[in-house]
């Protein structure tokens, strides 16, 4: 299995996931152009991707699905919720080719099964998804509001991750944010900190069944803020939670990552 990071952050996400014989986007949060060019500089060819997966409505995530769908002619997954309120808000326009799915339930693509996983993040109907083929389990958890019942067992399942690490507690709290937008950040609804998604990496790799070969290989960082974080800072902290040697990546604001691969 291969994931391509094109790009994280509040600007926008989108992610690229390969297996033997399926290739998938999860979010339109870029340009149709960028995400073309980005995934070319990977020797890939976007109108190979066999399905679009849209996380939730918030416009860094949802605003180019259209765009996408009519492009390239992918199919859109999405959530009924999730869906209505992209037409509305973010004018998303018409799209020939989606399919809707109930939060919670899974979808098949060949071989591969990707699991949708609610999450309680502000938006109308969130989710994260767990992409599976018959060796390896990779989660894309980003906008998960806080550690929800059930995450934790969700992170010991896998073999990588993409999770958020929005924000580092004293650059928000002592930040230029007003007060109201720092609480809806930090609390139940907003993002994962750096402090959150180390924990829970930590959790991961202890509870795996073989301590001294633990089940999850590696993590990227994603959805930093770039007022309240740094990659330098995402990374230390996670260094100084996991050690030395435990693989981590950042997924970058502006641009595409390397191949990530299991």
């Known amino acids: 299995m291969k994931v391509i990071a094109l790009q994280s952050g509040s600007?926008?996400?989108?992610?690229?996931?390969?297996?033997?014989?399926?290739?998938?986007?999860?979010?339109a949060g870029i340009s149709a152009r960028q995400a073309e060019l980005r995934l070319a500089e990977h020797e890939r060819d976007i109108r190979s991707v066999d399905a679009l997966l849209v996380t939730h409505d918030h416009?860094?995530?949802?605003?180019?699905?259209?765009?996408?769908?009519?492009k390239f002619g992918m199919p859109v997954y999405v959530t009924r919720r999730t869906l209505a309120a992209s037409q509305r808000y973010l004018k998303?326009?018409?799209m020939e080719r989606v399919r809707?799915?109930?939060a919670g339930s899974s979808l098949s693509f060949g071989d591969v099964i990707v699991h949708s996983i609610p999450t309680p993040h502000d938006s109308a109907e969130g989710v994260a998804y767990v992409v599976e083929d018959d060796q390896h389990r990779v989660g894309?958890?980003?906008?998960?509001?806080?550690a929800f019942d059930g995450l934790r067992e969700v992170l010991?399942?896998?073999?990588?991750?993409?999770?958020?690490s929005n924000y580092d507690h004293r650059m928000l709290r002592d930040g230029a944010y007003p007060q109201r937008l720092k609480k809806r950040i930090s609390g139940d609804g907003g993002h994962l900190s750096n402090d959150d998604s180390a924990k829970l990496l930590k959790?991961?790799?202890?509870?795996?069944?073989d301590t001294e070969n633990p089940r999850l290989r590696w993590a990227c960082l994603c959805h930093l803020s770039e007022d309240n974080n740094s990659p330098e800072k995402a990374v230390q902290t996670h260094r100084d939670t996991l050690g030395e040697d435990f693989?981590?990546?950042?997924?970058?604001?502006?641009?595409?990552?390397?191949i990530m691969e299991l």
Not at 59 to 70: C, E, L, P, T, V
Not at 203 to 209: E, G, H, R
């Open 100 to 102: 809707i799915f109930a």
């Open 11 to 27: 600007n926008g996400n989108c992610f690229y996931v390969e297996t033997r014989n399926v290739r998938l986007l999860i979010d």
């Open 156 to 164: 010991r399942s896998l073999d990588a991750v993409i999770i958020e």
């Open 203 to 209: 959790d991961a790799l202890q509870q795996s069944v």
């Open 92 to 94: 998303v326009g018409k």
């Open 247 to 258: 693989p981590i990546y950042v997924a970058a604001r502006d641009g595409v990552g390397p």
């Open 59 to 70: 416009s860094d995530h949802a605003k180019s699905m259209g765009i996408f769908q009519r």
């Open 140 to 146: 894309i958890l980003t906008d998960l509001g806080h």
